[in-house]
């Protein structure tokens, strides 16, 4: 159990009286330890006996004081309310699953959002608190993870990456009950799923918070960690808005409470006993807890379990834009005071922001009046409205303000893969091409190189110590436009460059594609 340490300076004060060997302060910084004080008074005072030392009118006075001093605050009376609340989950994943595996024992889809976080922590090693399975390739694998119940009747909410794919689930309560199952719905884009349990009622259930937390509240973590139901750790609020690299709807919340395997799905409560959070990974370069956790907002899990427990999916608005974050050099190269908001590297053909008349290199500043900080805020932001929906962008369009008006259509549940298939083919140029000396780049057009396509210049080589190749362009990328002018030469890309200087840009930016989709990278101008 983790206590709050004394805070010394809310004890009482006292006014020994003259008698006393020990001044107030002195007294203060050694109350709690009355045993030695004892002690030490017997020792200076042999006039005394053990016996009537406390018995005199200075001492129980100061007995009494310190029985009036706030004792550390301990969290078993939070615990007892809310760990009936929690559950334990297991599962068992048949063949479908058993005989994948391609993806070296993650648990996730190849190419999923929580398979590359997954990846990026270190393989098993850094796997997020959850679904551990036996070895891949044959059998049934089985995993654990945690939940809660968020209603009398059974609903309970735990990790998408803990049931996913599932063929059974069985859930544990806090009085040691055992029951099946099932899955109401999940969200892969933010690892939540619902599930109902069956065969039994009255549960005890916990409630989602309403109030964002602020770094530094206490947080209790309660789960099934390594298959050790009912475990309860504790730490405090390290950060919030994280953004881990799961999508772009990462906004999670750091706890340092210990939060180990088996720990996934499982809540993350306050000092009011309300779930704050959902855990949901861990960053542990050896596999355990090393004090960096990450939770899933409660506000995110009302949203989601809502749509779920309506329809068993999520419906997400969608304006159809590739996005890109603004920073500090593309805000320079278009003219921006600060960098911030979205910029739109390519509208998807037909979507509502086309239609609206938004183009690449345009730069969504607002949404329904509301700032957009960052190409995520924007994301969630858009996300957390419903198909259908009417609603206003601020765009900053060729450094002119405007305001564009359109109607959300539906996130697809699926993103279609945009690869160039003739990426191979690239290195087949006709000509080595021309330089562009102040960027480090040899470039040629496009449709003098195979599988480069029609449009813009093909970049053949790329000096290694340039500012090109520092802002990662390789060859095969193609340049689509400079400084916001379509290219088609080495020389249109040297004129654009040339009035960029003119112009006392510090950076020029281009709009890149790369396999298949662009972006708009600032380089720097070389001086001279």
């Known amino acids: 159990m983790t206590e709050r340490p004394t805070d010394l300076s809310s004890l009482p004060s006292y006014r020994a009286p003259r008698r006393s060997l020990f001044s107030a302060r002195r007294f203060a910084l050694m109350a709690s330890v009355v045993a030695g ?3 030490a008074a017997y020792g200076l005072s042999p006039q005394h006996t053990p016996s009537d030392l406390f018995a005199s009118p200075a001492q129980a006075q100061v007995n009494n004081e310190v029985r009036k001093v706030q004792q550390p605050i301990g969290f078993a009376d939070i615990v007892e309310r809310v760990k009936p609340s929690v559950i334990s989950v297991k599962v068992n994943i048949g063949e479908k699953l058993a005989k994948d595996d391609s993806n070296d024992d993650s648990p996730f889809p190849p190419g999923s959002p929580m398979e590359r976080f997954f990846r990026r922590f270190g393989g098993q090693d850094g796997l997020p608190p959850g679904l551990r399975g036996g070895p891949r390739g044959r059998g049934i694998v089985t995993g654990q993870g945690s939940g809660f119940f968020i209603s009398a009747d059974g609903y309970a909410v735990t990790n998408n990456h803990v049931v996913d794919g599932a063929d059974k689930v069985e859930v544990t309560t806090d009085d040691g009950k055992t029951y099946s199952a099932k899955v109401i719905g999940t969200d892969p884009r933010t690892d939540l799923a619902l599930i109902k349990v069956e065969g039994g009622s009255n549960f005890p259930f916990a409630k989602l918070s309403d109030s964002k937390p602020r770094i530094g509240d206490w947080v209790l973590a309660v789960g099934n960690p390594f298959g050790l139901g009912g475990t309860v750790t504790a730490g405090i609020v390290s950060a919030s808005g994280r953004d881990i690299g799961n999508g772009p709807y990462d906004d999670f919340i750091q706890i340092d409470a210990p939060v180990n ?8 409560f306050d000092v009011s006993g ?5 855990n949901t990974a861990i960053y542990s370069p050896s596999g355990g807890s090393v004090g960096i956790a990450f939770s899933i907002p409660a506000a995110t899990v009302k949203s989601v379990v ?9 419906s997400r608005g969608w304006i159809g834009v590739q996005i890109q974050p603004v920073t500090s050099d593309i805000a320079d190269s278009l003219g921006m005071k600060k960098a911030e908001g979205a910029l739109v590297a390519e509208p998807q053909a037909n ?8 183009e690449s290199g ?12 960052d190409a995520r805020e924007l994301a969630r932001t858009i996300g957390g409205l419903p198909p259908g929906n009417a609603v206003k962008l601020n765009v900053l369009h060729k450094g002119q303000e405007k305001t564009v008006n359109l109607t959300l259509g539906q996130l697809p549940n699926t993103v279609e893969a945009k690869a160039d298939n003739d990426n191979s083919d690239r290195g087949g140029s006709s000509s080595r091409g021309t330089d562009v000396p102040r960027l480090g780049l040899t470039v040629a057009p496009a449709n003098s190189v195979a599988g480069a396509g029609k449009d813009g210049v093909v970049v053949t080589e790329v000096d290694p110590k340039s500012a090109a190749a520092e802002r990662g362009f390789k060859e095969g990328d193609v340049i689509l436009e400079v400084a916001g002018k379509n290219v088609t030469s080495a020389g249109d890309v040297r004129d654009a460059i040339t009035a960029a200087r003119s112009d006392n840009k510090n950076s020029v930016l281009m709009r890149v594609k790369s ?8 380089v720097p101008l070389a001086k001279g």
Request: glycine content about 20%; charged content about 20%.
């Open 515 to 522: 396999g298949g989709s662009s972006r708009f990278v600032a």
């Open 306 to 314: 809502a749509q779920l427990k309506d329809k068993g999916s999520v």
């Open 274 to 278: 309300e779930v704050m959070g959902v």
């Open 362 to 373: 345009d730069v969504i500043t607002a949404v329904n009046g509301e700032p957009v900080k």
């Open 351 to 358: 979507g509502p922001a086309a239609k609206a008349g938004i």
């Open 261 to 268: 395997k088996g720990n996934s799905g499982g809540p993350a």
């Open 37 to 39: 004080l004892g002690v």
